[in-house]
DNA sequence: ATATTAAATGACAACAGTGTCGTTTTTTAT
DNA sequence: ATAAAAAACGACACTGTTGTCATTTAATAT
């Protein structure tokens, strides 16, 4: 084909972005190479190159999205008129989560990805950002807790955000590895909700 | 060389493991070929395929020593009279080499052996039990604890356990990736303190 | 000293994955 | 219809890694 509308290679892209996010998650980022994501497109290979011409770039953008949609995610837990309530709603969908589809996401892409290409000076800003981006989001509801005197924290916001962060992903990492039951996920949540409770100091309960 | 002793060949098999140990930390276990440990050791290709024929067989032997001295640091917290003192030096040591030495350390490759193999079956076995035995140490910890009034936790021993567990993973990965500072580590010993002193209610503190 | 044994060597064939590029195909404009 | 443009194709040369094995070398036994 030639010549084609902007909307068509969008939606190519699409399709490429979509493919290699299976992938990845089927078999991993570092186990996925170029050749697979071709073979499972229904595209040749110089139509991908001509997309994406590392599985590199696919991860950062599908990455993005991902990182997008839970902040439209987050955003709505902020709409609610407890942000004690809204913490508690977040840690159930971690539960739940946990438990249901744990390894269909792609968050363990993303550990991997991490822990794999840290050593690569120049990627350390991005992993930065994306902590900072974090625990902008956690500390923020924090905050406004605070401003509406729901909370009292005895720890700074960000300390607090780091911790939630944390837990949330030892217990996605641990899931995946060895199974929600094994990783007790329904403790692990249980115990972050005890230490928050407590340096959040909530008022007004449940 | 030829019919040499038993004791030749343990020499030979701890250098290539030596050698082994600071390449996978240098850059990473998949990244690391066998060609890679060739180059390092001072032995012929043949000759390395003669000990261990996969970078695999070789991170197995160095996770097996690792672990058992970790044991070995941690049959020695409990020689301590206080077991809260022994969570706090633990603790303390956590800390310390979040800020020293992680990025020397075999953690991250441990960490990016788990995120990258866990989807095949017979390793799940293997996380399983490593899984357990740490639980098992901290639990064990806790439990001499609860024996000797120390403390009178509100959750399980395995639950606690694993919230130590996790918050170190967590603090290790971060603190290497972006660095200690960023990773907050003061912070997140301190929200761990926290919790702790209070799911384990502990008597005669410090 | 010499023979025996096996440890160690390193060249090599086989394989997997990459990136390119000349060719084909299809769309749009005329 | 036809021409022009570029999207898509896929064969191919190239590179890096692996596992092997005939050969060399050195330790031990006699």
Same mark, same amino acid.
Request: aromatic share 12%; no cysteine; glycine share 4%.
């Given at each position: 084909m030639? #010549?084609?509308?902007?909307?068509?290679?969008?939606?190519?892209r699409?399709e490429? *972005?979509?493919?290699?996010?299976?992938?990845?998650? #089927?078999? $991993?980022f570092?186990?996925?190479?170029?050749?697979?994501?071709?073979?499972?497109?229904?595209?040749?290979?110089? $139509?991908?190159?001509?997309y994406?011409?590392?599985?590199?770039?696919?991860?950062?953008?599908?990455?993005?999205?991902?990182?997008?949609?839970?902040?439209?995610?987050?955003?709505? &837990?902020?709409?609610?008129?407890?942000?004690?309530?809204? &913490?508690?709603?977040? *840690?159930?969908?971690?539960?739940?989560?946990a438990?249901?589809?744990?390894?269909?996401?792609? $968050?363990?892409?993303?550990?991997e990805?991490?822990?794999?290409?840290?050593?690569?000076?120049?990627?350390?800003?991005?992993?930065?950002?994306?902590?900072?981006?974090y625990?902008? *989001?956690?500390?923020?509801?924090?905050?406004? $807790?605070?401003?509406?005197e729901?909370?009292?924290?005895?720890?700074?916001?960000?300390?607090?955000?780091?911790?939630?962060?944390?837990t949330?992903?030892a217990?996605?990492l641990?899931?995946?590895?060895?199974?929600?039951?094994?990783?007790?996920?329904?403790?692990?949540?249980?115990?972050?909700?005890?230490? *928050?409770?407590y340096?959040?100091?909530?008022?007004?309960?449940?």
């Amino acid at each position: 084909m030639p #010549k084609v509308t902007e909307e068509h290679k969008k939606k190519r892209r699409r399709e490429i *972005l979509d493919v290699a996010k299976k992938v990845f998650i #089927k078999q $991993g980022f570092q186990a996925t190479t170029m050749s697979d994501i071709v073979s499972a497109s229904n595209m040749s290979r110089g $139509g991908v190159y001509s997309y994406f011409s590392t599985t590199d770039e696919m991860y950062k953008a599908i990455i993005a999205e991902n990182d997008q949609s839970f902040e439209a995610y987050f955003q709505n &837990l902020m709409q609610m008129k407890s942000y004690w309530n809204a &913490l508690l709603i977040y *840690l159930d969908d971690l539960e739940r989560s946990a438990y249901d589809d744990v390894r269909e996401g792609f $968050g363990i892409v993303a550990y991997e990805y991490l822990v794999m290409t840290w050593r690569e000076k120049e990627r350390i800003q991005f992993f930065k950002d994306r902590v900072d981006q974090y625990i902008k *989001l956690f500390a923020g509801l924090i905050e406004s $807790g605070v401003k509406r005197e729901e909370f009292h924290p005895v720890q700074s916001s960000e300390a607090i955000a780091l911790m939630i962060i944390n837990t949330n992903d030892a217990v996605y990492l641990l899931s995946m590895t060895v199974g929600a039951d094994k990783a007790r996920v329904k403790d692990q949540v249980k115990s972050l909700k005890i230490y *928050l409770r407590y340096v959040l100091q909530v008022k007004h309960i449940e």
